[in-house]
């Protein structure tokens, strides 16, 4: 290594001595006589320099080289077999002012504090212009979490294999799931704020020893799991179809086992591009592209379980659903909207329970990195089976809509500021119980919620 950057360096210092502090030389061909000045016969010979010349300049020369092994000796050699390494990172911090409804009931109705919603650190090892393998660690601290640190998880961690088949690649390993990567990218494009509908939970509060529910949302999948999944793309139409575990990447060691089943989820989306740009799915610059989505996309997951239940428990269901979703996107707005239902059906009592929502939000862009944003989430619990089902039906268990809206600034490529604000109405209308003894309030108005959030996106 010293050899070859020291003669590089000499290359270039002699180059320099010559243009520099050369003598050119003439020679006569007849008598072979040499003259430093030009003359009718001579014939040019070429630059030329001292000994001593060269001698003090290759000095200098040593010096320089040592120098720069000096400077090269302060980084770290990185080896790999990939072709080529790609790092990056995606951070969502942010600062939450929570007031609930009626859940504390000693007086701890309020919270505030700073949250670290999304801390992703992502490496790429491609093997060629296209095929790699990623991964990705994901790590979270929210204000609603049940936990009092950072959990740390592999988000994605798979081998992608470009066009396997025509127009379709693979993932394999712990991969996107066919949805909620899709409505990220490409209509709901603030995930720092909130999660699209159908990872979502409305609002989760403390028990503070009340008999019911901590939580009101769908919560009916989340965006990577163990598995396999195929992508195609095409001018016109797009599709995602995947078999995984079924109960994400974050399940724990309860709910993500397959001791007492062989039953796996398999999980679809099929999109059509109106405007015959459906290769660039997921890559669309919101700002300058223009595109028109339809897309119909579902699961069925036989066999699930939850993170409380263990191997053989009597309360594992299958949960089938679909739903249907349209966006349009061009330089001034985007809208989008969906329609989803759920039915998860308990196997040992055949009891089920139903979720229909819809969903509607919009961008307006009224100025160069400036964005106005809005969405509506309206959720419908439904039950049957079982002896309490026409009760939580009358009394609108489950039920729930929220409203969010903000403002977002693009600082640069790499920082975005949101300011925003969420409002949650829990519909349930059953009295709460502390300690057995029935309360004023009904236990909806506990999980009623109002957000203000200052959040900042970093990607790099």
């Given amino acids: 290594m010293k050899k070859v950057a020291l003669s590089a360096l000499a290359a270039v210092?002699?180059?320099?001595?010559?243009?520099?502090?050369?003598?050119?030389?003439?020679?006569?061909?007849?008598?072979?006589?040499?003259?430093?000045?030009?003359?009718?016969?001579?014939?040019?010979?070429?630059?030329?320099?001292?000994?001593?010349?060269?001698?003090?300049?290759?000095?200098?020369?040593?010096?320089?080289?040592?120098?720069?092994?000096?400077?090269?000796?302060?980084?770290?050699?990185?080896?790999?077999?990939?072709?080529?390494?790609?790092?990056?990172?995606?951070?969502?911090?942010?600062?939450s002012s929570n007031s609930y409804g009626e859940q504390n009931w000693n007086?701890?109705?309020?919270?505030?504090?700073?949250?670290l919603r999304?801390?992703?650190?992502?490496?790429?090892?491609?093997?060629?212009?296209?095929?790699?393998?990623?991964?990705?660690?994901?790590?979270?601290?929210?204000?609603?979490?049940?936990?009092?640190?950072?959990?740390?998880?592999?988000?994605?961690?798979?081998?992608?294999?470009?066009?396997v088949l025509p127009y379709t690649g693979v993932e394999i390993g712990i991969a996107h799931r066919p949805w909620i990567d899709y409505e990220e990218h490409n209509a709901w494009n603030y995930r720092s704020i909130n999660k699209v509908i159908l990872e979502d939970k409305f609002s989760t509060a403390a028990t503070g020893g009340l008999t019911t529910t901590t939580s009101v949302g769908p919560d009916v999948l989340n965006s990577a799991d163990l598995g396999v999944n195929f992508q195609t793309k095409t001018p016109y139409v797009s599709s995602e179809l995947g078999l995984f575990n079924g109960e994400g990447y974050h399940a724990d060691k309860n709910a993500n086992n397959q001791q007492n089943s062989s039953n796996l989820s398999f999980e679809w989306r099929l999109t059509g591009h109106l405007l015959g740009n459906g290769e660039q799915?997921?890559?669309?610059?919101?700002?300058?592209?223009?595109?028109?989505?339809?897309?119909?996309?579902?699961?069925?997951?036989?066999?699930?379980k939850d993170n409380s239940q263990t191997v053989n428990d009597a309360a594992e269901y299958d949960r089938n659903a679909y739903w249907f979703h349209f966006v349009y996107n061009q330089p001034e707005?985007?809208?989008?909207?969906?329609?989803?239902?759920?039915?998860?059906?308990?196997?040992?009592?055949?009891?089920?329970?139903?979720?229909?929502?819809?969903?509607?939000?919009?961008?307006?862009?009224?100025?160069?990195?400036?964005?106005?944003?809005?969405?509506?989430?309206?959720?419908?619990?439904?039950?049957?089976?079982?002896?309490?089902?026409?009760?939580?039906?009358?009394?609108?268990?489950?039920?729930?809509?929220?409203?969010?809206y903000g403002v977002a600034y693009h600082y640069n490529k790499n920082v975005k500021f949101i300011a925003s604000g969420k409002t949650v109405n829990a519909k349930d209308e059953t009295v709460a119980k502390i300690n057995g003894v029935n309360q004023s309030y009904a236990v909806g108005d506990q999980l009623d919620k109002q957000s203000w959030m200052l959040t900042t996106e970093v990607e790099w």
């Fill in 281 to 304: 799915v997921g890559k669309y610059k919101l700002e300058k592209d223009t595109y028109a989505n339809i897309s119909f996309a579902g699961l069925s997951s036989n066999n699930h």
């Fill in 107 to 115: 007086g701890g109705d309020k919270s505030t504090g700073f949250e």
């Fill in 333 to 404: 707005f985007l809208i989008a909207a969906q329609y989803d239902v759920s039915k998860d059906k308990v196997q040992d009592t055949g009891a089920e329970t139903k979720l229909k929502m819809w969903s509607v939000n919009g961008e307006i862009r009224p100025a160069q990195d400036w964005t106005v944003l809005a969405r509506y989430d309206s959720l419908k619990t439904e039950y049957s089976g079982s002896a309490s089902a026409a009760t939580k039906n009358d009394t609108n268990v489950g039920d729930a809509t929220q409203f969010i």
């Fill in 13 to 95: 210092v002699i180059s320099g001595v010559a243009s520099a502090d050369a003598l050119t030389l003439y020679s006569d061909p007849k008598t072979g006589q040499v003259f430093t000045t030009p003359g009718e016969g001579r014939v040019e010979m070429g630059d030329f320099v001292s000994a001593k010349e060269v001698d003090m300049q290759m000095r200098d020369l040593e010096s320089k080289g040592s120098e720069y092994q000096d400077k090269m000796s302060k980084y770290v050699n990185v080896k790999s077999k990939a072709k080529t390494l790609e790092f990056s990172g995606t951070h969502y911090f942010g600062l």
């Fill in 118 to 163: 999304r801390n992703y650190l992502q490496a790429k090892a491609y093997f060629n212009d296209k095929d790699y393998f990623r991964v990705t660690m994901d790590t979270t601290k929210e204000l609603e979490s049940t936990t009092s640190y950072a959990n740390m998880y592999v988000k994605y961690a798979y081998l992608y294999l470009d066009k």
